[in-house]
């Protein structure tokens, strides 16, 4: 039996050449960072390899002098290019063999759907001698746990859905049985409606102090479109005099950007605004211009939504605005269609058609083309019409791409109604 | 005077703690990628390493044993923290001394904020012996270049806006006259309906022939949400017979694949149907249930777009099939809201409503919940309904999460109108 002794650091290898490129990062290093901070491991490094045998037996030996835990993810796959298994067992001495089980698995797997499994992938049953499988319910490639001279190398598909449930499965398991006692605690505060300098002028004198403070609670600001996050963090002991620090210092950022937080569990707006209408038994629709389909979707992103979300109109050209929502067409050639005028009759008249309780309008200059002096590319209307809050108009400027702005216009929009059902009684 | 050969392989090192993280990614190397394709340098392993003098020392070695080109990005600032100019020096046995015309320049930035430098600033100022200077016009640490046993290493400043240009210079100038003939030519071909282990069953016997070839094409393939890609890499000499030898065998492979190729020049799928409706001047509009209006997002994801797309319905709840689709409610009843009666009602109702040239209906259970025996979570019927083109119907069967089965639902139903201009003639 190997010697047990805690697990304090870690690096990440990301295997696949496709992450050399100039349009893919690996992200799946961000979900590890975060398991393994909350088990008290830190990472120490992380590396992007190719599909390349000799430079990935490279990387891995030399992450394995320097970490207690190596987790590779990618490379799983059926194809030639899937080296992680091999390379790993090969550059450990130990011999692979095929686990019949597995291989019966993926051939369930593709018979459910009606399909005879392709030979290639008979690969994904290949297991090192003396590695546990990891079972992986959303794919054919299953994961493996080596233990190996006191260390652990942990070998993950690398399709984030696959990947993530199968390490929380060993972090709950396995890998918590060889964690020391130290603990990283976390929480974090979602902005919306205010810019990364202005939270930090209001955040950074309360922060500030708890740096000095033993052991600290460290605090950085990230700016996403739409959003600017605190993430507070300590490591301690795990014990609860320690999480209750934490909480007690982001109650008190809470205190200083009131209303403007949005989020303190790290849901997203859609999420947080899809609770507050369930639990006020509300309704909502939507007349989308500009965000084609957006803020449906991403309302509709949300499991159980169903019980809220009634749909809307895409009311993308000018016609549909007037056929879909009922907006007169004396209102638009008086206004223009971005207008709030418009964004208030979209609003109305879908709400109106839906019968929902409450309904957004709205209608903006996504670009590159399209923009005026007078409305420029970036601004977008948003109006809120409800029978249970008071109607609100609003008319943004946002800057960025196309996207950009039609994600940062659904964003404000939900933001309208977060506001609205929580600040306007 | 170093021998000079040209450089081939690059490896790119960024430095910050802050990229170890939970919530940032290392995004210059994607910029990095880029530029070194374009010079035929091949970016053959990425590192993230955090503040800490023994391990980027460990990580730098590594790199710079392998590659001909070593790119640091990061760790040059004023503070305790910036470690890489001190550790690149001492790993190259290269003293530090301090360039006072640099130092001279930043005071000058300084001082024309009405600010005196502080004096750790002054750090930025330190070189290596034989290091040339890169200018930074956004901000106060230069970055460096260093000519070391006919390699190069190359620091950069973190910030992008600071690293990029500086980058840029550098290829124009003294990396360009580094490089050798050698280019790298590459071809890309995306395939929709087919999973990974059956399209490298096709393509793997082809593209096998050409690993043999001297140089040898590469083909990588890699499965992502909704489609499956092939990337073709040959270096050779920058002449028109390497890039017309890559785009015969990305034809041999698309007649292979046939009509399951819908983008041989990197576009997405949304583009690609995009550009089909404006050539061919039709309009498109949909009623989607299931997938909540992104549909109708990613194909206003399209600059231009608004061009083709006259918009539709978010049909969530029954109630709004009926009153915006005009779904017959005996019809739901009959047959429930995921059927293929509902889903050719759902297309024929909103093409009439919106008058589009084309439509399509998209019912389905995204799930978690809603799922059946008979329609298990995962099910989604697609249909197209058109004046142009014969109407289609399709039951598809989709794995994975929420925004998984919403995401290759949408990506079928563009698959669907795709072909069905394409090959329905």
Known sequence: ????????????I??????????????????????????????????????????????????????????LTG??????????????AETLGLALREDPAIVAEIEDRFAARGLRMPQVNRRQGMVPRGASVLANPRGTAPGLSIDYEGRVVVLLPGPPREMQPMFDALCAGALAARVGDSRIHKETLFVAGRGESHVEEIAQPIYSRWAAEIPPIETTILAVPGQVELHLTLRAGASDEAAIRVRAAQAELVGALGE??????????EEVVGGLLRERGLTIAAAESCTGGLLMSRLTD???????????????SNALKTTLAGVPPPLIE???????????????????????????????????????PEKPVGTVVIALSGSEVPPRVRTCSFFGGRPQVKFQATQAALDMVRRALIFAR
């Open 1 to 12: 039996m190997n010697q047990v002794s805690p697990l304090v650091t870690a690096e990440v």
């Open 14 to 71: 990301a295997v696949g050449s496709e992450l050399l490129g100039s349009t893919r990062v690996d992200t799946n290093s961000l979900f590890l960072a975060d398991r393994l901070a909350s088990l008290g491991i830190e990472l120490r490094g992380k590396s992007v390899v190719g599909d390349d045998r000799q430079r990935l037996a490279d990387v891995f030996r030399a992450a394995l002098s320097r970490a207690d835990l190596v987790v």
């Open 75 to 88: 490379g799983l796959g059926p194809t030639d290019d899937d080296l992680t298994r091999e390379v790993v």
């Open 260 to 269: 403007d937080v949005f989020s303190t569990d790290g849901r997203s707006m």
């Open 302 to 316: 949300v499991a159980g939504s169903s019980d809220y979300v009634l749909g809307g109109a895409v009311a993308y």
């Open 334 to 372: 008086a206004h223009g269609a971005v207008s709030e005028p418009v964004a208030i009759a979209l609003a109305d008249g879908v709400r109106e058609r839906t019968g929902a309780s409450l309904a957004i309008g709205i209608t903006g200059i996504a670009g590159p083309g399209g923009g005026t």
